[in-house]
């Protein structure tokens, strides 16, 4: 059974930067497509990014050359480094995994001045 844990999160400045991450346990990273998703308060959960199990990224256009997704296999782990935060990208971030599906209990970004 996978389970996922997130973490990293936390209070930034607008222009800031975090790194969140989300480990992986009953699986392997690299067998897993994993996608990112986001929740901002009063909104539905929206996706982010994913990385396949071919490592090939994708993210939602707003935040393109802003944030980045990738993996690292040795701590099997998967990261959404996040630059140049805004007020908007408050919200709760969550991991999922794609066949098995399973979810993290989610990790709090705020971003405010």
């Known amino acids: 059974q996978v389970q996922l844990v997130e973490s990293g999160g936390g209070l930034v400045q607008p222009g800031g930067s975090l790194r969140l991450s989300c480990t992986v346990s009953?699986?392997?990273?690299?067998?897993?497509?994993m996608r990112w998703f986001r929740q901002a308060p009063g909104k539905e959960r929206e996706w982010v990014a994913s990385?396949?199990?071919?490592?090939?990224?994708f993210l939602i256009d707003s935040v393109k050359g802003r944030f980045t997704i990738s993996r690292d296999n040795a701590k099997n782990t998967v990261i959404l480094q996040m630059n140049r935060l805004r007020t908007e990208d408050t919200g709760v971030y969550f991991c999922?995994?794609?066949?098995?599906?399973?979810w993290g209990q989610g990790t709090q970004v705020t971003v405010s001045s």
């Open positions: 009953g699986g392997r990273v690299n067998s897993l497509d």
């Open positions: 990385i396949t199990r071919t490592q090939l990224p």
């Open positions: 999922a995994s794609v066949d098995p599906a399973a």
